[in-house]
């Protein structure tokens, strides 16, 4: 099962986004929302 880059990219940018904004990590929430859809859209 391969993982769509789309969903390599996004991750990267959700790690940025976890280490840019420590205190406030809900700003990632909705980039880890798009990861979970993209992750399980690539499964099917």
Known sequence: RNTDPV???L???IL???QEN???VLKC???AKEYQ???S???K
């Open 37 to 39: 859809r993209c992750v």
């Open 41 to 43: 859209a690539a499964q």
């Open 7 to 9: 969903c390599a990219s």
């Open 22 to 24: 420590k205190c406030e």
């Open 11 to 13: 991750q990267s940018e």
């Open 29 to 31: 929430s909705e980039l």
């Open 16 to 18: 940025k986004c976890y």
